[in-house]
């Protein structure tokens, strides 16, 4: 229940809701921690919740400190596996929107496990070298596998390059 809890501070955190906070706490809660880390089957989880949200603010042009330790959260090790293919796509994609010199690597190092981690990988690629086919591609599997929030937004990076 407390992974589900953190993904409701995703939905949360991209709708704008301001509830977001509230939902990474009840997420503690169940998981009976202070900090997702301590908890194995939380912890890719909330780093690819982190990464995601990070990259939401970013986009929409705020400023946040956390960039950094965000991504290196979502290349930790993690317990739990599950949550692994999703945190390492978002801190993907979290380093090619930060800039980071190397975020080629971190696209390299990432896992493509499953269609939506493949979607993202193709669009932090397609971000990277200012691809157009590959950020199409990218926005064609999100539609495929019905994820909606991620086709429109992959849609708008390409109505904007």
Request: hydrophobic letters at 50%.
């Amino acid at each position: 229940m407390a992974s589900a809890a953190s993904l409701a501070a995703l939905a949360h955190g991209l709708l704008g809701t301001g509830l977001a906070s509230v939902w990474q706490g009840r997420a503690l809660e169940i998981a009976r921690v202070q900090d997702p880390d301590d908890a194995p089957a939380l912890a890719a989880n909330a780093a690819f919740v982190d990464a995601r949200l990070t990259m939401h603010s970013l986009e929409a042009g705020l400023l946040t400190a956390n960039v950094a330790n965000a991504v290196q959260r979502d290349f930790a090790e993690f317990p739990e596996p599950w949550w692994v293919p999703y945190a390492r796509a978002a801190g993907a994609e979290l380093a090619v929107v930060a800039g980071f010199h190397d975020a080629a690597q971190y696209v390299e190092r990432a896992v493509m496990e499953n269609a939506w981690s493949d979607a993202v990988l193709l669009r932090a690629s397609g971000r990277l070298t200012r691809d157009r086919v590959t950020l199409a591609e990218a926005a064609d599997r999100f539609e495929r596998i019905g994820a909606h929030f991620e086709h429109a937004r992959t849609l708008r990076l390409l109505s904007h390059r």
